[in-house]
């Protein structure tokens, strides 16, 4: 039984229904508790104001503290409007989520199209998966935390219901780009789709969720298989195998080869592109020789490139290339007939910029320190579990809900 299984905010409605019955409520109960918990996005059981007291008071004497709500720890607004929320878990771990509105400054050079205008009211939501993160990729500052755990389903959901509310509006779009590897704990992250689906939750459709990997291939492969299956983004990073391996030591396991070869065969719906995120390091992977082996290994995959220049964290090497460098690599890849934009650097004073997630205090030292760091071998080998069968059904996305 999964650790999750305690979570009240875990439970599908089916098992929602069981907890019912074995309170000895009728179950049609079931989908009230489902809606208070994931439609409005209720922390206190109590708020529960259609649901009798005693199963109420069932309810909450089964909960677990360790899964007690996320509690706002801290929030951090940066000039550019981009909010970075630290959460406290029921164990007293911090995560963060990180709320991007009109997040499209990246503008599609040359195409024509006003994005800016179509999307205006985009409000982009980034999630955490994990406490930490065990994938250790030589330039992110969440690998400098090492692995601490995976957060149930019930604490994915929660940063979105719980960022609904700061925001006063239902985020439009999901990224599961923030602390973890989403494939890593991929039941948790299934499980928190599904629940993220539901009509009679937050209804999000799977086209506005876009779920981002390292490059684990048998996670790629499994969710391609969910039904619906969200957008894919794959953290790329480098053309070559030799400084793939350099940075992202999960490269070893699953080179690029055998990576893109799971892309081509990512069921994709009509019009879907796979997004491959491409961080950018002066002098590591930014050279034209780059730019010209890209477009070339990317073939035959319907893709769009998110550049993003490197956003910096105290002690490492790397270095922001150039803006020069950065446009210049641009148009080496749009000659290459790649579709490419740039991510501008959001919300990056106050480090919540991609890769800058580290639940830090201010002087720079580290929130979650503890270091249970596997080696990338055995991250690859874990056998990632099937998802479990879900009642109640998923239904396309019924337009915004009461989470506010
Ligand atoms: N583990 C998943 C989800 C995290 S997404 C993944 O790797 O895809 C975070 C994205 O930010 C990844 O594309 C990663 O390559 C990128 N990134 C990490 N550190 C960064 C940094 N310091 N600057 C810019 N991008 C970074």
Redesign the pocket.
């Known amino acids: 039984m999964p650790a999750f299984a305690s979570d009240l905010r875990s439970l599908t409605v089916a098992e929602l229904a069981a907890r019912v019955a074995a309170a000895g409520a009728p179950k049609f109960r079931a989908e009230q508790v489902f809606r208070w918990l994931h439609g409005r996005g209720i922390e206190a059981l109590d708020a529960m104001s259609n649901v009798p007291g005693e199963l109420v008071a069932a309810l909450v004497a089964e909960r677990d503290a360790r899964w007690a709500p996320l509690a706002l720890d801290k929030l951090q607004e940066a000039a550019d409007g981009t909010r970075k929320l630290r959460f406290r878990t029921g164990d007293g771990r911090f995560i963060e989520s990180v709320l991007i509105p009109d997040e499209n400054r990246v503008e599609p050079l040359g195409a024509g199209v006003a994005a800016g205008r179509l999307l205006r009211d985009k409000l982009t939501l980034c999630v955490s998966s994990q406490v930490g993160?065990a994938?250790d990729?030589a330039?992110?500052?969440?690998a400098t935390l090492g692995f601490t755990r995976h957060l149930s389903p019930g604490e994915i959901v929660e940063q979105v219901y719980r960022a609904a509310k700061i925001a006063g509006r239902r985020p439009t779009n999901l990224v599961?780009?923030?602390m973890?590897?989403?494939m890593h704990n991929f039941d948790g992250v299934a499980r928190a789709l599904e629940l993220l689906q539901h009509p009679w939750g937050a209804a999000f459709s799977p086209r506005r969720i876009t779920v981002?990997?390292?490059g684990n291939v048998p996670g790629i492969e499994k969710l391609g298989r969910l039904q619906p299956a969200p957008n894919l983004?794959?953290?790329l990073?480098a053309t070559t195998d030799e400084v793939r391996d350099r940075l992202m030591p999960v490269n070893r396991r699953w080179p690029i080869a055998v990576l893109l070869d799971a892309a081509r065969r990512f069921p994709l719906s009509h019009g879907r592109r796979v997004t491959f995120?491409y961080?950018l390091l002066a002098g590591v992977n930014d050279a034209d020789a780059d730019a010209d082996r890209l477009p070339r290994l990317l073939r035959g995959i319907p893709t769009k490139v998110n550049l993003?220049?490197?956003?910096?964290?105290p002690g490492t090497p790397?270095q922001r290339p150039s803006a020069d460098r950065i446009r210049t690599f641009q148009e080496r890849l749009r000659a290459g007939g790649l579709a490419v934009y740039i991510r501008t650097p959001r919300g990056d004073d106050i480090d919540a910029?991609?890769?800058?997630l580290a639940a830090r205090e201010p002087d720079g030292s580290i929130v979650v320190s503890l270091r249970a760091k596997r080696s990338p071998d055995r991250v690859g080998e874990r056998e990632l579990g099937s998802r479990e069968p879900i009642a109640g059904g998923v239904g396309p996305s019924q337009g915004p809900t009461s989470m506010t």
């Open positions: 993160c994938l990729c330039f992110c500052a969440t599961f780009m923030g973890g590897e989403p981002s990997t390292v983004a794959i953290s990073n995120e961080v993003i220049p490197w956003n910096p964290f790397f910029a991609c890769g800058q």
